[in-house]
């Protein structure tokens, strides 16, 4: 007589062992095989279109007031005019933006180039809105309005796509729409908003590469692997996301520098998150395998391809190589830095031309050759002017890395002060003045918030193994981490910009913790909705109350003092 074996207890899951639905999670495996079914596609859609489509409305809103050139925007508008007419950034002349912003635009630029220090893709952008609008500041700023609802919507779909939630997608963009940091940068005509969009964007597509990549894998492999195989290699090699991200990355470091960090972070999270996915199939020694398997092939889509689209950005300046060689090979930022001078030296200009300037013309594949040369030397000449030259300079606004996520230093780019009582509707009491303001500043309840969520988000990552987390963590590290070894020449708080998504991210998260499962018992339901929406509520009163000194309201000299909390903020 046999006797039946006792059955197995049953396995303890690790982590996250249920989902908003109460439900027990399947295996990564099983999980992979048959994706969960994500809510009403039309709905999450419907609900991050008109998310992004406030937030347009918000942006566009008398955009083209004031009617001044904002702080960089001096620059970035006159080159993306440049551009657009010459193909090239050129110089221009003493008063060209009084007679610009009198509609004058002939005669304003010299035949010499300009030592623009920054890619020209955000420029490009701008220069779009010029040739659809014309040249003036509705022209200049509202390719960064449009730039600024789609990140929005780009943040209503991230969001979603990490939580499972429309709800949450929605919140993401909403927190994202009312940050006046985002709105501000949204209305003006810098870089910025450029650069953290195509971040964003390419973060999107390494997140979507993951869910990509385990599900090609779960059709290519029938049944849990020996622990000896490799797992699926040839099906995998091309990974469209991964070369949408290739994409994103060159045009965000075609905007602006900055980009190389996350884009390397989150390059080596995918081949992380790639050989995970290996090791969950059964596959032993997953992670040297995946480096072959798939840290090669993603290099290939990542880097290379951005690599690529980062040279094309630079094709206008490529055909007028020769323009550059002639006029700005001999610059003051390489021999400043060669010779050792300190901040109390002179810079001269240097006496040693680029190798290129002085060789005949090529012709041909060796023409190519000979301008990608010159645009290497003048790419040394501008790192020498962000990583040594600055060092010698001061600005009013400049503030330490270190405290911009608590909104340190703000930046003033317009303001308008000392308008006398009866004049230009000003109402102030006899013996005060009135003024007009915009200030970059984000909404303390956000970043502040964001503050406490990111460090949620790092317990949980460590704690849970919460790859979602992980997200969080790195994007906001490698975004804002970098900038630390630069403290000691004039940066300022808005570079912060493309640390605000993951700030939003970490918010939208441990909302989704507080609001607790949709099986949750009703009180329990009950107090998380509340607790949130006292929170969103305090976000957009939050965005009230700040709203005339990020559209250049007319204000009081006392109710201008309401909003500036802090005496730093001034």
């Excluded at 059709?219 to 091309?238: I, K, M, N, T």
Aim: glycine residues 8%; contains cysteine.
């Amino acid at each position: 007589m046999t006797t039946a074996a006792p059955p197995e207890p049953p396995q303890e899951r690790v982590g996250l062992s249920t989902n908003a639905a109460g439900r027990a999670v399947p295996s990564a495996w099983e999980r992979a095989r048959s994706r969960m079914r994500a809510e009403d596609p039309f709905v999450g859609w419907a609900g991050s279109i008109s998310v992004a489509l406030l937030a347009l409305f918000l942006r566009l809103w008398h955009l083209g007031q004031p009617r001044v050139f904002e702080f960089d925007e001096t620059y970035y508008a006159k080159d993306g005019w440049s551009l657009l007419h010459y193909g090239y950034a050129r110089d221009y002349v003493t008063k060209a933006n009084e007679h610009i912003l009198a509609g004058q635009t002939t005669g304003q630029w010299k035949d010499t180039p300009e030592m623009a220090v920054h890619p020209d893709v955000g420029k490009w952008l701008i220069a779009l809105g010029e040739k659809a609008f014309g040249m003036d500041p509705f022209g200049w700023r509202v390719s960064a309005a449009v730039v600024g609802a789609l990140m929005v919507l780009v943040m209503c779909r991230l969001a979603r796509r990490l939580t499972g939630s429309t709800l949450l997608g929605c919140i993401a963009g909403l927190l994202l729409c009312f940050d006046g940091l985002h709105f501000v940068l949204s209305r003006l005509a810098l870089l910025d908003i450029f650069v953290a969009f195509f971040i964003l964007c390419g973060v999107h597509c390494i997140v979507a590469d993951r869910d990509w990549h385990r599900a090609r894998m779960a059709r290519l492999v029938p049944e849990q692997l020996d622990g000896r195989a490799w797992g699926p290699v040839r099906g995998l090699l091309f990974r469209p996301w991964l070369v949408a991200a290739g994409v994103a990355w060159g045009l965000a470091c075609g905007t602006k520098w900055e980009a190389v960090y996350p884009m390397a972070a989150f390059g080596l999270l995918a081949w992380v998150w790639s050989a995970g996915a290996r090791r969950s199939f059964g596959v032993r020694w997953s992670v040297p395998k995946s480096v072959l398997a798939d840290g090669i092939p993603a290099f290939v889509q990542i880097v290379l391809v951005g690599l690529v689209v980062y040279v094309a950005s630079w094709t206008g300046w490529l055909v007028n190589a020769h323009q550059y060689e002639e006029n700005l090979s001999s610059t003051q930022y390489t021999r400043f830095v060669a010779e050792g001078k300190t901040c109390d030296d002179p810079a001269k200009l240097n006496d040693d031309r680029w190798p290129t300037a002085g060789e005949p013309d090529a012709h041909g594949l060796g023409e190519v050759t000979q301008s990608l040369r010159s645009l290497w030397y003048y790419h040394h000449d501008v790192y020498e002017f962000h990583t040594h030259f600055l060092n010698c300079s001061s600005h009013t606004y400049a503030s330490k890395p270190s405290g911009w996520l608590l909104l340190n230093r703000p930046v003033g780019v317009a303001a308008d002060t000392d308008i006398q009582p009866g004049t230009q509707g000003c109402d102030a009491p006899a013996g005060s003045t009135c003024l007009r303001q915009v200030l970059l500043l984000g909404s303390p309840t956000i970043w502040w918030a964001g503050c406490l969520a990111l460090l949620l988000a790092l317990v949980t990552w460590i704690g849970a193994r919460d790859w979602r987390y992980g997200v969080v963590v790195v994007g906001a590290a490698s975004t804002w981490l970098p900038w630390l070894q630069y403290d000691d020449r004039p940066i300022f708080s808005f570079y912060a910009v493309i640390t605000l998504p993951f700030m939003v991210l970490a918010i939208t998260m441990a909302i989704g913790r507080i609001l607790g499962r949709s099986t949750a018992p009703s009180p329990r339901r009950t107090a998380g909705v509340v607790v949130v929406g006292a929170y969103l509520v305090l976000v957009l009163l939050n965005f009230a109350w700040f709203w005339p000194i990020w559209t250049n309201q007319l204000l009081t000299h006392s109710e201008w003092l309401d909003r500036i909390w802090f005496s730093r903020w001034i």
